[in-house]
């Protein structure tokens, strides 16, 4: 791979063989989407950036990724730790503050953002299903994807779908078929950190060799995540930090969406306040003036 000109690397831990499921529903409030719609690649909720100056074509070919089943792929693959890669790297990635990560050719990005406006997830959207990269803290020894996989199979059962676990370059591969969406769970561990690919499309996408497969084994192959030296609980999600334009550009985003929202509402109370027509009593006609002697008409004579 012509960007990565790489420090020289420790071979991963042997991953412990799995001998009962790790209970951690913190870990699991994430774990999946169940639904999954195609016309929400079509979404202008939030701005895009351009992604035409990042070079996908680099990432690692089809053979070299599938390989061996029955080995730990290539050294010179990824993912990588941040030490590991140089700057040249980091400039060619979408730095997401955690992980690093190559856009496919035609990808779009997509931001979940909490209600208070805070990035939750990024994902992105390709023709064949969308892919969502996250990164984990680790204890020091390798194997929390052995115990997290078994979890997620468990939960994905419990919820009714159709689940097996598969291999793949790094291991097992957690495959479900859901009501809304086919999914694919695919995981790494790392010194200190646990990153996790979950690939989602419409019925068949994420089959072995399938397209959005294939691109999500690329994009995990190149990745990069950025640990930090901080202290945390094994399990708990790295954060996400978006890039400075795009950050500004989504706050403007979701301040324009709070000032509709608040425009909207005020709307609503005033119509609130102001009754109907109908509720008005009706308008009288004058009565004709009366006089000390009597009416007008009664004073001409009229009457």
Do not use: C
Not at 73 to 89: C, F, K, L, N, Q
Request: a negative charge; proline letters at 9%.
């Amino acid at each position: 791979m012509g960007l990565f000109g790489k420090k020289k690397r420790a071979p991963r831990e042997e991953q412990p063989a799995y001998d009962a499921a790790y209970d951690d529903d913190n870990y699991l409030d994430d774990a999946y989407d169940d639904g999954y719609d195609e016309d929400e690649y079509d979404t202008d909720e939030f701005p895009r950036p351009d992604f035409a100056h990042l070079d996908f074509d680099d990432a690692p070919t089809d053979e070299r990724i599938y390989g061996n089943f029955d080995h730990e792929p290539d050294a010179a693959a990824g993912p990588y730790d941040i030490s590991e890669v140089t700057d040249e790297v980091v400039a060619q990635r979408l730095d997401l503050g955690s992980v690093l990560i190559p856009v496919p050719q035609g990808g779009q990005l997509q931001v979940e953002m909490s209600p208070d406006g805070t990035p939750q997830a990024v994902h992105l959207a390709t023709e064949h299903g969308r892919l969502t990269v996250a990164a984990y803290a680790a204890p020091k020894s390798a194997g929390q994807w052995r115990t997290v996989a078994a979890d997620l199979a468990e939960s994905l059962r419990g919820d009714g779908a159709s689940v097996a676990v598969e291999k793949g370059p790094w291991g097992r591969e957690v495959k479900a078929i859901t009501e809304g969406a086919d999914l694919r769970f695919i995981g790494v561990d790392g010194p200190r950190w646990m990153i996790r690919l979950v690939a989602a499309g419409p019925s068949g996408a994420v089959d072995d060799r399938s397209p959005l497969i294939t691109a999500a084994r690329a994009v995990l192959a190149d990745a990069v995540v950025r640990r930090g030296t901080e202290p945390l609980p094994v399990r708990d999600p790295l954060p996400v930090v978006l890039p400075q334009e795009l950050a500004e550009q989504l706050a403007a985003a979701h301040q324009q969406q709070v000032l509709a929202q608040q425009q909207a509402l005020a709307a609503q109370a005033a119509a609130a306040a102001t009754p109907p027509a109908s509720a008005l009593p009706p308008q009288l006609p004058d009565e004709p003036r009366r006089g000390a002697d009597g009416s007008a008409m009664q004073q001409l004579g009229l009457n």
